[in-house]
């Protein structure tokens, strides 16, 4: 049985993207993405809805908030001087 649906609230926020890319070590992409929740939350919202692009605005919102939340939190670790870099060899 499919879990329900989350709100876009749920998903704005990204995941701490050391931690995401440490979980997906053996996943050697540059693609791994710590707003994969919220993205995921977006194409299910369009299955959900016959693909009505305006019934998943918030989605579409959340998702992009959280891309920029995370791009943000990398930009402030490196101008802070911590290492944010990632290495997703294994």
Sequence with gaps: MSESQP?????????????HFKAR???????????????????????????????CKAFFEAYNDCKKSWLEQRREDGLSGKDNTIDIRT
């Design 25 to 55: 070590k053996n996943v050697v992409t540059k693609f791994v993405d710590p707003c994969e929740h919220a993205s995921r939350a977006s194409l299910r919202c369009l299955n959900e809805n016959n693909y009505e692009r305006v019934k």
């Design 7 to 19: 709100s876009p609230d749920d998903v704005r926020k990204p995941l701490n993207y050391k931690e």
